[in-house]
């Protein structure tokens, strides 16, 4: 049974940074799909980004690509997404996935990301 | 980037109804279709893959179909636990794309 629990609500100053993590159970993440997905009012859901560890280098959004790193260690089962110079629009739920085939069958219970002066 | 569009945004039904919700794509994404269904304060559940494969333990009044740039969910026998938000995405290329929701609502 695959689990992903991620690490709890953060409150951010504008420009700052933010580090959400995501710790897989169940699973080995070496050569799985993890994803990360925002949902917010306006924009309502967005692919993020995602990583297979094994083969290392991320895969981006555009709309993410300046701003968004997105690792994995694989030692703790641990998927992250940090986000450089916060705005208030990156206020939002984060969510990680993982991908069976491409399909997103597991979620992790969701982050939200607060950012306001 | 795909862009996918729902309709109808909202969606008014009885349980025991018969709904369809369909999602088009601004390109075509091959059999590369998944439905979701998210309720408040909930993570997404996928429900159908690759346009018509159920997922594990959805039940079988779900369903789905189409091909190229136009795909449909059907709900079948609408029970009570059925009423939240559809949301359909491509996994074709990157980035993948939503649809904007289709929220079911009791009539």
């Known amino acids: 049974q695959v689990q992903l629990v991620q690490s709890g609500a953060e409150v951010k100053k504008p420009g700052s940074s933010v580090k959400v993590s995501c710790k897989a159970s169940?699973?080995?993440?070496?050569?799985?799909?993890i994803s990360w997905v925002r949902q917010t009012p306006g924009q309502g859901l967005e692919w993020m980004g995602g990583?297979?560890?094994?083969?290392?280098?991320?895969d981006n959004a555009q709309k993410f690509q300046d701003r968004v790193t997105i690792s994995a260690d694989e030692s703790t089962s641990t998927v992250y997404m940090e986000m450089s110079s916060l705005r208030s629009e990156d206020t939002a739920m984060y969510y990680c996935?993982?991908?069976?085939?491409?399909?997103?069958?597991?979620w992790g219970q969701g982050t939200l990301v607060t950012v306001s002066s | 980037d795909i862009q996918m569009t729902q309709s109808p945004s909202t969606l008014s039904a009885s349980v025991g109804d018969r709904v369809t919700i369909t999602c088009r794509a601004s390109?075509?994404?091959?059999?590369?279709l998944a439905w979701f269904q998210q309720k408040p304060g909930e993570a997404p559940k996928l429900l159908i893959y690759?346009?018509?494969s159920l997922e594990s333990g959805v039940p079988s009044r779900f369903s789905g179909s189409g091909s190229g740039t136009e795909f449909t969910l059907t709900i079948n026998s609408l029970q009570p636990d059925d009423f939240a938000t559809y949301y359909c995405?491509?996994?074709?290329?990157?980035?993948?794309?939503f649809g904007q929701g289709t929220k079911l609502e009791i009539k």
């Open positions: 996935a993982r991908a069976r085939e491409g399909a997103f069958d597991s």
């Open positions: 169940g699973i080995t993440i070496t050569r799985q799909a």
């Open positions: 990583i297979i560890p094994i083969f290392g280098k991320p």
């Open positions: 390109q075509r994404v091959n059999s590369w």
């Open positions: 690759k346009v018509s």
């Open positions: 995405q491509q996994y074709n290329a990157y980035p993948y794309t």
